[in-house]
């Protein structure tokens, strides 16, 4: 009998380490072998000869061993993993503690281990339930979840509450080390709220930046295959055109013998704008990334609307990739949103850049369908954003402005004339 209830503390305590390991570090236990062999240990541990407290600690040292065994990592993660889901299986334990102590006043002292078992099966059943909460959290969300937040708030309101509580006892305490003790464990309580609001705030900022990095590498890789996509492409038509250049030129050459210069101007004109649409099927500015960046959003334009580029100036800007992504991508995507958001009899996007031996300037123009004034401008000076979801649609002009200032630029805009311009002058090297 006790060897069935050591093993079913072995499976048990196995199944919240198990459900531990997902819900901290979303890791499985991959080797059955070590899982088996642990089974056979414990029926080992029900033979010797001592205490059922010493038994439980042994059946616990198994699990964590068993466990460390049939995960895969370096030994130092695997310790650390280990430690932060014992002290959480711990917190769990202590939770039903009491109230299955409860049960020894109703049953006898041989069974104690009956009580033990209990109490790691509600810690499994909790583990589970809270394996289930975060996934559900969790699911399809790339950004941290209000209730993540709700539920510190209440872990802090419920460290105050104890801290309260703990300020009334010391008044009843009899001796002063008592009292000394309950005050070193106030400032603890503080300490521990302190550090942890520290560490929310850390991790919340941690995350913004993280989710911003990785839609800027998103936004990065499709616009490198859409870059080499329309590359290949302008390749074949040049290809196609070369190919044909031939038989243009023989039949010009044949025009011009029967002195008709008229139709071989106008055929000469023909084949001219062939190629200059074929050069004009990709806009290049002169920054490769930037012109992927451009490319891309471009692509999202009707053909009627009239895109104009001056200046072409090879350029390798000095800052992070991160940073150009950042600013250009959030910038066409503004001026690309507007023209297709509204109907305008003129619509235009005109990129006009111009290169000094220090830095680079990039003037976005794009037609306004409104005039911005002063009630849709934002305490930072930036126009506001009327888009229903904030949050997928960029990281926002001020973002832009702060991006484009830790690199040692400068960002403007204003409204001339029907157009909304924008201008960001970055460094180079």
């Not at 979303?26 to 038994?55: C, H, N, R, Y």
């Not at 059946?59 to 280990?82: C, D």
């Not at 002292?109 to 339930?129: E, H, P, S």
Request: positive net charge; aromatic residues 12%; proline residues 1%.
């Amino acid at each position: 009998m006790e060897a069935l209830i050591l093993c079913g503390i072995y499976l048990i305590e196995l199944i919240c380490y198990y459900f531990g390991l997902r819900i901290l570090f979303e890791v499985k236990q991959k080797s059955w072998t070590w899982i088996i062999a642990g089974i056979f240990v414990t029926i080992v541990i029900g033979v010797l000869p001592m205490d059922i407290e010493w038994k439980n600690l042994l059946i616990t040292g198994n699990v964590v061993f068993v466990t460390f065994m049939s995960i895969e990592s370096n030994v130092v993660e695997k310790g650390i993993k280990l430690i932060f889901i014992f002290l959480l299986l711990q917190c769990i334990e202590n939770i039903f503690l009491n109230q299955c102590e409860e049960l020894l006043i109703f049953i006898k002292k041989d069974y104690i281990n009956v009580v033990y078992l209990l109490i790691k099966c509600c810690a499994a059943i909790f583990t589970f339930l809270l394996k289930l909460i975060k996934e559900k959290i969790y699911q399809g969300k790339t950004h941290i979840s209000s209730i993540i937040y709700f539920v510190i708030g209440i872990i802090i309101f419920s460290m105050m509450l104890c801290l309260d509580i703990l300020r009334r006892i010391t008044i009843y305490l009899p001796e002063n080390k008592f009292i000394v003790f309950c005050n070193i464990l106030n400032i603890s309580i503080l300490i521990s709220i302190v550090f942890l609001v520290i560490f929310v705030i850390y991790i919340k900022r941690t995350h913004d930046r993280m989710e911003q990095l990785l839609n800027s590498e998103r936004l990065l890789k499709e616009s490198q295959v859409n870059y080499y996509k329309q590359i290949l492409k302008k390749e074949t038509a040049t290809r196609q055109y070369r190919h044909d250049m031939v038989g243009h030129l023989v039949y010009i050459r044949n025009v011009l013998r029967k002195n008709r210069r008229d139709d071989a101007q106008k055929y000469l004109e023909s084949i001219i704008g062939g190629f200059e649409e074929i050069q004009n099927a990709y806009y290049v500015t002169g920054n490769e990334m930037v012109d992927a960046i451009m490319n891309y959003f471009f692509g999202m334009l009707p053909e009627d609307v009239k895109i104009i580029i001056k200046g072409r100036c090879p350029t390798e800007m000095d800052m992070e990739d991160t940073d150009v992504c950042t600013i250009f991508s959030n910038l066409f995507q503004n001026a690309v949103e507007e023209i297709i958001d509204h109907h305008m009899s003129d619509r235009r996007v005109i990129i006009e850049v111009q290169k000094g031996k220090r830095y680079v300037k990039y003037s976005i123009s794009n037609s306004l369908f409104h005039k911005i004034n002063e009630e849709m401008i934002d305490k930072n000076g930036l126009p506001k954003s009327h888009k229903s979801n904030k949050r997928s649609h960029g990281i926002g002009m001020l973002n832009v402005k702060s991006t484009v200032e830790k690199n040692l630029g400068n960002f403007e805009w204003y409204q001339r004339e029907g157009y909304f311009c924008s201008e960001v002058t970055l460094p180079i090297k």
